[in-house]
Every structure is written in structure tokens, then in C-alpha cells.
T-cell receptor, first 114, second 107 residues
Framework: GAVVSQHPSWVICKSGTSVKIECRSLDFQATTMFWYRQFPKQSLMLMATSNEGSKATYEQGVEKDKFLINHASLTLSTLTVTSAHPEDSSFYIC??????????FGQGTRLTVV | KNEVEQSPQNLTAQEGEFITINCSYSVGISALHWLQQHPGGGIVSLFMLSSGKKKHGRLIATINIQEKHSSLHITASHPRDSAVYICAVLLNNDMRFGAGTRLTVKP
């Protein structure tokens, strides 16, 4: 099946710094990429949807200036957590869709802000 | 009300038992996904369904579009099947998730 590579799988950063998470579709072109966040023992929550070459659409309550999403190519989307704080510590997951109903998930990134 | 309801929330089984996890949704969908999330957080896509039934190894997934219901079955369960299983529905490029079912299979 199609593969989505998310990197890094885990990261620890200091409060106030920025962290970039990459999501790559390895064997297909992803017209749409989704970014999710998961708090402990809770389900995945959609943060934003991005289409290649256009601005991401953010869900209500998600700060676009804090969670910068770039989808510059059909195989790569990045999520940058700017000026990270401990409350941003979470599990971040991307998924990529070549179109239609198909969606393939990255392995996730565990972010810890200290 | 959540658009995607899963049951049970938690499930403990003995090795070898047949397991069923259910997912009901309230909106018309393009497709339904079953995901497996391991204790470390990593997610594996198990199935994508838009109709009928799919089988992969010991896993079987079914969907009834008219009843807006899907089931995930695990035959001959094994401790390594212990994980959180998540149902997700895709509607107009918008994916919504169930709360997940935490499965523990004891040896």
C-alpha cells in the first residue's frame, strides 16, 4: 500500500523554540494533506487541511500563526509549531490523500516541550 | 453528539477469542477507515471501506452503508493485537474520528 513518512517520530524542544514536522508521501502525489493532534487518551482531532499550492484551512480554535502549515509540493507538507510551550506537547499525525476517499497516515510525531 | 460512535470503549479478551468492534456514524460518507494505534502512538491503516467486506489475515472489516454501521473483527486474537482501534469516516474531504476502542488481549 501507499506509504506516508512522517519525521521526526519524536522530538523534545525547549519552550520558546520552533519545531518543524515533515510529512511525505513516498509513492503517490498527495493533493490533500491533513494534520491531526492527539491528547493523551483522546481521539485524533483535525487541526487543518492543506491542498498543494494553497493556504491551509484551519479548524476552529487552531491558531494559524502558531501552527504554520506549508504544502509546497505534491509530496511534502510541513507543520511548524512556533514558539512552542509545554501545553503544545502532544502527538501530531499527518495523513495524505491522492484524491477521492483514500487517505494514508503517517506514523506520528510525539512532541515534548520542556 | 459525536458524528462517529465506537463501541465498546474498552475491551479485554483472552488469547484466541473472536473480537468485534463496532462503529456507527450519523452522516453520509465517502469511505470509512479502520486504524490501529499502538501504545507508542504509531498509527497503521488497516482498512478503507466504501461497501461490503474486506479481509486481511485475521482481520475482517464490514460496512453497511444503509445502516451507517461498520464492524471490525479479529479472529484468533493474540496479545500483539492489543492496541487502540479507531474508526474514521471521510466526508467531502473532511475526516472525523471515533473515540477509539482500547483492546487488551491477555495470554
Amino acid at each position: 500500500g501507499a506509504v506516508v513518512s512522517q519525521h521526526p517520530s519524536w522530538v523534545i524542544c525547549k519552550s520558546g523554540t520552533s519545531v518543524k514536522i515533515e510529512c511525505r508521501s513516498l509513492d503517490f502525489q498527495a493533493t490533500t494533506m491533513f494534520w491531526y493532534r492527539q491528547f493523551p487518551k483522546q481521539s485524533l482531532m483535525l487541526m487543518a487541511t492543506s491542498n498543494e499550492g494553497s493556504k491551509a484551512t484551519y479548524e476552529q480554535g487552531v491558531e494559524k500563526d502558531k501552527f504554520l502549515i506549508n504544502h509546497a509540493s505534491l509530496t511534502l507538507s510541513t507543520l511548524t509549531v512556533t514558539s512552542a510551550h509545554p501545553e503544545d506537547s502532544s502527538f501530531y499525525i499527518c495523513s495524505a490523500s491522492p484524491g477521492g476517499a483514500e487517505a494514508f497516515f503517517g506514523q506520528g510525531t510525539r512532541l515534548t516541550v520542556v | 453528539k459525536n458524528e462517529v460512535e465506537q463501541s465498546p470503549q474498552n475491551l479485554t479478551a483472552q488469547e484466541g477469542e473472536f473480537i468485534t468492534i463496532n462503529c456507527s456514524y450519523s452522516v453520509g460518507i465517502s469511505a470509512l477507515h479502520w486504524l490501529q494505534q499502538h501504545p507508542g502512538g504509531g498509527i497503521v491503516s488497516l482498512f478503507m471501506l466504501s461497501s461490503g467486506k474486506k479481509k486481511h489475515g485475521r482481520l475482517i472489516a464490514t460496512i453497511n452503508i444503509q445502516e451507517k454501521h461498520s464492524s471490525l473483527h479479529i479472529t484468533a486474537s493474540h496479545p500483539r493485537d492489543s492496541a487502540v482501534y479507531i474508526c474514521a469516516v471521510l466526508l467531502n474531504n473532511d475526516m472525523r474520528f471515533g473515540a477509539g476502542t482500547r483492546l487488551t488481549v491477555k495470554p
